[in-house]
């Protein structure tokens, strides 16, 4: 299985400022990651499929960078909405495998 | 709209069974690959399962940690996705959501259903 690992498992920012989650695969997976926002009590949201593709919909402000084992998820100005966990996925094969998670707190 | 609603949770102790259920609307259900992903309280997310649409065989494929016990089965003619939980541990308390592929080359789960919460305990 290929195991999905999210640095930090937790961050503290204020509103405004710039955040980069990285997510590291145990082995090459190309471009075929993807990462979620989840809130308390709610079902994942899809943010970026394919390491860099935004989906429709989700701000500008969100983007996702790299290929091969090296991914990173950034949000240029945090807002209010942004605080809550973050989650990559990689769909290079089966089982499914997620990242144990982000959680962007406010400072 | 895509729609998806999962139901069928509930208590349930260790060594029982339970089954879900996924009502699913707003896209061509038959086609779709689907998946169960799971969270336990406080957790992370965790893939249990996928099953292929009938033209793709309708194969199946599952977690380690449910391989054996949980089967994934469809009703394309009820729109309907289904998980047979049996052999229960604590470790499967969790709440399960149904997604589907999303059938492009780069996988995603891009819809979701709100959530069942499954609880096992005594």
């Known amino acids: 299985d290929i195991q999905m690992t999210q640095s930090p498992s937790s961050l503290s920012a204020s509103v405004g400022d710039r955040v980069t989650i990285t997510c590291r695969a145990s082995?090459?997976?190309?471009?075929?990651l993807n990462w979620y926002q989840q809130k308390p009590g709610k079902a994942p949201k899809l943010l970026i499929y394919a390491a860099s593709s935004l989906q429709s919909g989700v701000p500008s402000r969100f983007s996702g960078g790299g290929s091969g084992a090296d991914f990173t998820l950034t949000i240029s100005r945090l807002q209010p909405e942004d605080f809550a966990t973050y989650y990559c996925q990689q769909s290079y094969n089966t089982p499914r495998t997620f990242g144990q998670g982000t959680k962007l707190e406010i400072k | 709209e895509v729609h998806l609603v999962e139901s069928g949770g509930g208590l349930v102790e260790p060594g029982g069974s339970l089954r879900l259920s996924c009502a699913a609307s707003?896209?061509?259900?038959?086609?779709?690959?689907m998946s169960w992903v799971r969270q336990a309280p406080g957790k992370g997310l965790e893939w249990v399962g996928r099953?292929?649409?009938?033209?793709?065989?309708?194969?199946?494929d599952y977690a380690v940690p449910v391989k054996g016990r949980f089967t994934i089965s469809r009703d394309d003619s009820r729109d309907t996705l289904y998980l047979q939980m049996s052999s229960l541990k604590t470790e499967d308390t969790a709440v399960y959501y149904c997604?589907?592929?999303?059938?492009?080359?780069?996988?995603?789960?891009?819809?979701w259903g709100q959530g069942t919460l499954v609880t096992v305990s005594s």
């Open positions: 997604t589907p592929d999303s059938g492009s080359y780069y996988d995603y789960f891009q819809y």
């Open positions: 707003g896209f061509t259900f038959g086609n779709a690959w």
């Open positions: 082995q090459g997976i190309s471009s075929y």
């Open positions: 099953i292929k649409s009938k033209t793709d065989g309708e194969t199946t």
